[in-house]
């Protein structure tokens, strides 16, 4: 039997998770546009806030990672574990 309501769980956190990533990524892409467009003068908000984007794309890329290979899950819980 279907597990239905964890397929839909799954379908929706997929979705919420590549809007975030795919939202991240272009939002860094267009930052780092505007931080150079001033005639040589750098806009260092902009390029800041491109910086800060492309980092939750790599943290969320990374935590996926970590949760879908299940060595790496097991490795991250033992660290996890011995911190707290």
């Known amino acids: 039997m279907i597990d239905w309501f ?8 997929t979705l ?6 795919v939202t ?3 939002l860094g892409v267009r930052l ?3 931080s150079g467009d001033d005639d040589g003068r750098v806009n260092h ?3 800041w806030g491109s910086i800060v984007c492309f980092g939750f794309c790599i943290l969320a890329v990374a935590s996926a990672i970590v949760l879908i290979v299940p060595a790496f899950s097991s490795a991250a819980g033992q660290i ?3 911190l707290f």
Do not use: L, Q
Request: charged share 5%.
């Open 6 to 13: 964890g397929f839909v769980i799954v379908a929706i956190t």
């Open 16 to 21: 919420v998770g590549a809007g975030f990533v």
């Open 24 to 26: 991240m990524y272009s």
């Open 32 to 34: 780092t546009a505007v």
């Open 45 to 47: 908000a902009a390029k």
């Open 80 to 82: 996890v574990g011995s």
